[in-house]
Antibody
Framework: QVQLVQSGAEMKNPGTSVEVSCKAT????????ICWVRQAPGQGLEWMAC????????DYAQKLQGRVTLTTDTSTTTAYMELRSLTSDDTAFYYC??????????????WGQGTLVTVSS | DIQMTQSPSTLSASVGDRVTITCRAS??????LAWYQQKPGKPPKALIY???RLESGVPSRFTGGGSGTEFTLTISSLQPDDFATYYC?????????FGQGTKVEVK
């Protein structure tokens, strides 16, 4: 079955960076995209970015442009999200999600368990 | 970016009720809309894609409708497992956006 397993919780100081990984199993990795969505405690969902695992093409939310980078390693079927210049506003659960097979954006049909990133001095 | 606005923000209902959540887009998104359900401490779960198509395994009491700028998610007979927060998401553009969520709570 499709599984997305994320790396563990992180605690970071302001101004530093964090990298969250997302290991995908149970399907052909390069046939589906991977997106990242975050959720601050008690708040709604915020789309961050997506990457095509086929050709590496990325789409980033304008507000995060320049601070976030998505990459994938097809040999290990793992996706990565790096967020730089962290502030307390970046404290949130970060989810990876599989984007359904399509030539363009589509539904996020499977989700990782979430990774809590806490930014505090 | 396309803005997605859900109403109501909170909905109080009882088991067996028919409930409807509305999602409005700031511009035409055709039928490029998904609905998700999220329970506390869990990741979201996809319910509906392309405005009205049910994801595999989702009960038929969930129905999605609409196109253009106005969409609905209807639960025909609310079950205990349905108390949760629901989000719409547009994927017409490469900058996908979510609505702010609708919490369905026990009346």
């Amino acid at each position: 079955q499709v599984q997305l397993v994320q790396s563990g919780a992180e605690m970071k100081n302001p101004g530093t960076s964090v990298e969250v990984s997302c290991k995908a199993t149970g399907y052909t990795f390069t046939a589906y995209g991977i997106c990242w969505v975050r959720q601050a405690p008690g708040q709604g969902l915020e789309w961050m970015a997506c990457i095509s695992t086929y050709n590496g093409k990325t789409d980033y939310a304008q507000k995060l442009q320049g601070r976030v980078t998505l990459t994938t390693d097809t040999s290990t079927t793992t996706a990565y999200m790096e967020l730089r210049s962290l502030t307390s506003d970046d404290t949130a659960f970060y989810y990876c999600a599989r984007e359904g097979a399509s030539a363009g954006p589509t539904v996020l049909d499977s989700w990782g368990q979430g990774t809590l990133v806490t930014v505090s001095s | 970016d396309i803005q997605m606005t859900q109403s109501p923000s909170t909905l109080s209902a009882s088991v067996g009720d028919r409930v409807t959540i509305t999602c409005r887009a700031s511009e035409n998104i055709d039928a490029w809309l998904a609905w998700y359900q999220q329970k506390p401490g869990k990741p979201p779960k996809a319910l509906i894609y392309k405005a009205s198509r049910l994801e595999s395994g989702v009960p038929s009491r969930f129905t999605g409708g609409g196109s253009g700028t106005e969409f609905t998610l209807t639960i025909s007979s609310l079950q205990p497992d349905d108390f949760a927060t629901y989000y719409c998401q547009q994927y017409k553009t490469y900058s996908r956006t979510f609505g702010q969520g609708t919490k369905v709570e026990v009346k």
